[in-house]
């Protein structure tokens, strides 16, 4: 019994949801629009005020697919009502982003800078030269563009240094031992 897929999924005033043939699921709101083609084998059902999402069978697969059909859909929901962001931190001397039009350009420790275009669907936002702000309504598009944008310089495990999520733990190394160290 998936607790997550029975729940029905409430729609707030403004938004609207419209399930095409082949499960198309298309949800309009304040924000914008999103479309997604979701498994032919679950079954949507639209109605009055919220959504519910029901399987066909007891099968495995269908219970795997309960759950993140019914996650997918409400995450296209809250995705037009409030949006997505994910902030991204950025530690290290002379270390920094700011934006360019609709570039973000950043001074990574490289010989050269780093310059990352927007994308459909995405804002970024330089509120500080250290913090990067990545928002939108598509939670998957947002997360990946903020992934991307980490792996132009991931965090080091000895200082710290590099783009790394807001509030994520770095695991920290020891440098080598002293040079006081016993020799065989």
């Keep these: ?47 009055a005020a919220e959504v519910v999402v029901e399987r066909p069978s007891e ?29 991204l931190e950025i530690v290290g001397v002379g270390y920094r982003a700011q934006k360019q039009g609709n570039n973000l350009v950043m001074n990574l420790g490289f010989s050269h800078q780093v310059i990352v275009p927007e994308i459909d669907g995405i804002k970024i936002d330089v509120p500080q030269p250290n913090q990067i702000v990545v928002s939108g309504i598509d939670k998957q598009k947002v997360g990946q563009f903020a992934s ?22 770095i695991i920290r190394k020891e440098g080598k031992a002293g040079k006081g160290a016993a020799k065989a």
């Design 59 to 87: 099968a495995k697969a269908h219970k795997a697919l309960h759950g993140l059909t019914r996650t997918l859909i409400a995450n296209m929901v809250e995705g037009v009502t409030n949006g997505y962001s994910k902030n």
């Design 148 to 169: 991307e944008i980490r792996e132009k310089r991931p965090p080091e495990p000895y200082k710290g240094k590099g783009i790394r999520y807001e509030g994520e733990y």
């Design 1 to 47: 019994m998936s607790r997550i897929g029975n729940k029905p999924i409430s729609v707030p005033a403004g938004v609207e949801v419209s399930v095409a043939d082949g499960n198309v699921v298309t949800v309009k709101g304040p924000k914008g629009t999103l479309t997604k083609t979701l498994s032919k084998e679950m079954i949507i059902k639209n109605e």
